[in-house]
């Protein structure tokens, strides 16, 4: 690795060290199409580099996870997604930062955990407080009227919604803080795999919300983060 290129190249990994100084945000490692030892080498070499910032192992299955930890031990399971063994892991998680913001992860259903734990995790991982209510979707519209006070209280809200996705307007028109809107794949036939939820959410009535793509939890976590660095740094 040099100042140069501050990239340390591994069999087809080219492990990015300096990313957090870019961005912000460190590189992670995705696990979904990896082997067990592309993770583990993934996670040791980020432990191992330039700089402390968080080192995460997304949606990582059970073989991935136990090379990853075994390489690097001492990881905390941020995550599990139980039904499908998908865990997001941890290293190095920032010290909670006092009057850095909060966010709030809001989920229409239960099926919508998965990708709200994954959204939470990562804003965990650096630093910020982060609160998660499940299940007040709009066909009971009371239960979201319900949380109208940690609303008005959180810096930075992000709700996780299938079906059609209407949580995120809703939302929208009932705080003043940074929306971050994400679409699941949860819902039936109609629902097209979270593409009617995401097509819902960028045509939102209610203006200024930002959507990621479908079941994206971790991109949820990200654009929170930035959206908190930006208020801290106002």
């Given at each position: 690795m040099s100042e140069q290129a501050p990239v340390t190249e591994l069999p087809e990994l080219r492990i990015d060290h300096l990313r957090e100084a870019r961005?912000?945000?460190?590189?992670a490692v995705y696990g979904p199409g990896k082997t067990p030892d592309q993770c583990a080498a993934a996670v040791a070499e980020l432990l191992a580099g330039p700089g402390d910032g968080?080192?995460?192992?997304?949606?990582?299955?059970?073989?991935?996870?136990?090379?990853?930890?075994?390489?690097?031990?001492?990881?905390?399971?941020?995550?599990?997604?139980?039904?499908?063994?998908?865990?997001?892991?941890?290293?190095?998680?920032?010290?909670?930062r006092e009057?850095?913001?909060s966010v709030l992860v809001l989920t229409a259903g239960t099926g919508d955990l998965p990708v709200a734990r994954e959204a939470a995790a990562v804003v965990e991982a650096y630093g910020h407080e982060v609160a998660l209510v499940a299940d007040v979707g709009v066909a009971g519209l009371h239960r979201v009227l319900g949380q109208q006070d940690r609303l008005a209280a959180a810096d930075v809200?992000?709700?996780?919604?299938?079906?059609?996705?209407?949580?995120?307007?809703?939302?929208?028109?009932?705080?003043?803080?940074?929306?971050?809107?994400v679409p699941t794949s949860t819902g039936y036939g109609?629902?097209?795999?979270?593409?009617?939820?995401?097509?819902?959410?960028?045509a939102s009535c209610s203006p200024g919300i930002t959507a990621v793509g479908i079941d994206n939890g971790f991109g949820a976590g990200c654009a929170a983060v930035r959206f908190l660095g930006a208020r801290v740094d106002a």
């Open positions: 961005t912000g945000l460190a590189e968080p080192v995460l192992l997304t949606r990582a299955d059970p073989a991935q996870a136990a090379a990853a930890t075994a390489a690097a031990p001492g990881a905390a399971v941020a995550s599990y997604d139980e039904g499908q063994e998908l865990r997001t892991l941890l290293w190095r998680a920032r010290e909670r009057h850095a913001g809200v992000v709700v996780v919604a299938g079906m059609e996705g209407a949580l995120a307007s809703v939302v929208g028109g009932l705080t003043r803080a940074p929306v971050v809107a109609a629902g097209l795999e979270g593409v009617t939820a995401l097509l819902g959410m960028l």
